[in-house]
């Protein structure tokens, strides 16, 4: 059985070396409601909301570092803010999916997969820092799931669409919703404006979007 955790979602893509965490970079997603929770989009750049919840995201992630005695790896750990309380609900030794590597290249200018090859390899990872930035170009960037609700919507203004893919199929089928089955393509999306991403990123779902 698994425990039902309400509240914001996020994961930590995070590179460790030598088991310490040498770098751990916060992605928003983007969720249909409860109790599906399909992922709709996702966003890098925004910023851990205080010193505290930082804190507290490394402390869990070095427990599982601690608890499978990782010595060196690139880790997706997602996890949900239930009111002042961390829920890990899911740790994996793995690049984050979904585009989550593409958008966080593009905003800190990091390649995870050089990372991973890095270490695979025994080889100093600091390498692939030499592009890093905490602030970046000053553009939020995410990753926006299209679907038959959305496919059609108009992008707001603040919002640059930097590439779409569309896949051959013109209908989600039957089943309706918004999983993985359901998505038509996504797009790669910036902007300098957090609150015009997180405000376009979570408006795909069927009460408030007209096909």
């Given at each position: 059985m698994e425990e039902v955790a309400f509240g914001p979602?996020?994961?930590v893509e995070c590179v460790v070396e030598n088991r310490r965490i040498v770098a751990l970079f916060l992605t928003s997603k983007f969720l249909s409601s409860y109790p599906s929770c399909d992922e709709i989009g996702h966003l890098s750049g925004e910023q851990f909301a205080d010193v505290n919840l930082e804190k507290n995201v490394k402390e869990a992630v070095q427990g599982i570092i601690h608890a499978w005695?990782?010595?060196?790896?690139?880790?997706?750990v997602e996890f949900k803010i239930c009111g002042d309380e961390i829920k890990v609900i899911e740790g994996a030794c793995r690049i984050?999916?979904?585009?989550?590597?593409?958008i966080v290249e593009m905003r800190y200018g990091v390649s995870l997969e050089e990372c991973l090859i890095l270490l695979?390899?025994?080889?100093?990872?600091?390498?692939?820092?030499r592009r890093y930035s905490v602030a970046g170009d000053g553009y939020y960037y995410g990753v926006n799931y299209l679907f038959h609700e959305n496919l059609r919507t108009p992008v707001p203004l603040e919002i640059e669409i930097i590439q779409v893919s569309s896949l051959a199929k013109q209908d989600a089928g039957a089943g309706g919703g918004f999983g993985v089955e359901s998505r038509l393509g996504h797009r790669i999306i910036r902007s300098r404006s957090l609150e015009a991403m997180k405000s376009f990123l979570a408006s795909v779902t069927k009460s408030d979007l007209v096909g």
């Amino acid at each position: 059985m698994e425990e039902v955790a309400f509240g914001p979602e996020y994961s930590v893509e995070c590179v460790v070396e030598n088991r310490r965490i040498v770098a751990l970079f916060l992605t928003s997603k983007f969720l249909s409601s409860y109790p599906s929770c399909d992922e709709i989009g996702h966003l890098s750049g925004e910023q851990f909301a205080d010193v505290n919840l930082e804190k507290n995201v490394k402390e869990a992630v070095q427990g599982i570092i601690h608890a499978w005695n990782i010595t060196s790896a690139v880790m997706h750990v997602e996890f949900k803010i239930c009111g002042d309380e961390i829920k890990v609900i899911e740790g994996a030794c793995r690049i984050g999916g979904d585009m989550i590597s593409s958008i966080v290249e593009m905003r800190y200018g990091v390649s995870l997969e050089e990372c991973l090859i890095l270490l695979r390899c025994n080889r100093d990872v600091a390498v692939a820092f030499r592009r890093y930035s905490v602030a970046g170009d000053g553009y939020y960037y995410g990753v926006n799931y299209l679907f038959h609700e959305n496919l059609r919507t108009p992008v707001p203004l603040e919002i640059e669409i930097i590439q779409v893919s569309s896949l051959a199929k013109q209908d989600a089928g039957a089943g309706g919703g918004f999983g993985v089955e359901s998505r038509l393509g996504h797009r790669i999306i910036r902007s300098r404006s957090l609150e015009a991403m997180k405000s376009f990123l979570a408006s795909v779902t069927k009460s408030d979007l007209v096909g």
